[in-house]
């Protein structure tokens, strides 16, 4: 079978970033009200029920022994501390922040691939880096960021998060083949749906009053933040993981700073300034750079 072209791959990772890109919002609205460990358990429960139902047939081979020892490793990194992280971080911090933090993912990701010996380093992706890493910080200012203010605890929490996640795309890459790409995302979230049950059964069978005196955009932004956010993006990512690098999936992350920004813009919390024109050019041009190919090669691949 023939390999996707760059446009659909390529495609899929920018569509991934548009819907993170708005979950910080959603996120922050929904643990003004709810609890952030609570609402992190309900979202992975629903999250794993549609993902089972909709792609349980896309497992090519189902785990035996040992082998769940590493998913569920994996399901603890990429799924249980990796959503309860950014969300108990959202209730500390604010999405700025926390997209500002998201560009330390393809760091992290290059620097775990690199350390565990599954990619190597060449100019391009250094490159690459360090111009798309320079328009995010541009876009928020890191001239201004003060360390000791009362969100560097949410930062902390959200850094935290990041490289969770980092470390478990690389993690997951040598799985993909064994399980398929969706497969293997229906195993993780399964299983971060069991781990958290007792924390999901509380908050919908205890806490189901709180949640129906809910305004109604309380439950749009939870029916975003479960199908949107997590089924599709982690649909995308395992999709695009299967014919690209995982530091290069990551590096797509530099994409949602802009994508807040643009929001911002149009809810008429911000106006389009040389900074955003700037940074969103320096971003794209190292976007680009991640794309050129050498002949050093992922090891993976």
Request: proline share 2%.
């Amino acid at each position: 079978m023939a390999n996707p072209s760059l446009f659909k791959i390529y495609g899929s990772l920018i569509l991934v970033q548009l819907i993170f890109g708005f979950h910080y919002l959603t996120t922050s609205i929904i643990v003004e009200r709810i609890d952030a460990f609570e609402w992190t358990a309900i979202r992975i429960f629903f999250a794993g029920v549609l993902m089972a139902l909709i792609y349980r047939h896309r497992i090519l081979n189902f785990p035996k022994g040992k082998e769940w020892n590493f998913l569920i490793i994996l399901s603890l990194l990429g799924i249980v501390l990796n959503t309860a992280f950014f969300t108990k971080g959202l209730e500390y911090t604010t999405p700025a922040h926390a997209s500002l933090i998201s560009c330390m993912i393809p760091v992290m990701t290059l620097v775990f691939a690199w350390l565990l010996g599954k990619e190597e380093m060449n100019k391009y992706k250094s490159l690459s880096i360090l111009i798309a890493m320079s328009g995010a910080l541009i876009l928020f200012g890191i001239d201004d960021l003060d360390i000791r203010s009362e969100l560097f605890f949410g930062d902390i929490l959200i850094f935290i998060n990041f490289s969770c996640f980092g470390l478990f795309l690389v993690l997951s890459k040598s799985m993909i083949e064994h399980h398929s790409s969706l497969g293997l995302t229906v195993l993780v979230m399964s299983l971060g749906s069991v781990i958290l049950l007792p924390f999901s059964v509380k908050g919908i069978y205890l806490n189901y009053d709180l949640w129906l005196s809910q305004p109604w955009w309380i439950w749009f932004a939870a029916f975003y933040s479960i199908f949107f956010a997590t089924v599709v993006t982690y649909s995308l990512n395992y999709y695009a993981m299967g014919f690209v690098e995982s530091s290069k999936v990551a590096l797509f992350i530099y994409l949602q700073p802009v994508v807040a920004g643009s929001i911002s813009v149009l809810l008429g919390r911000d106006e389009i300034t040389v900074r955003l024109l700037v940074s969103s050019a320096l971003i794209m041009l190292g976007l680009l750079l991640s794309t050129i190919e050498t002949k050093s090669t992922s090891k993976l691949s």
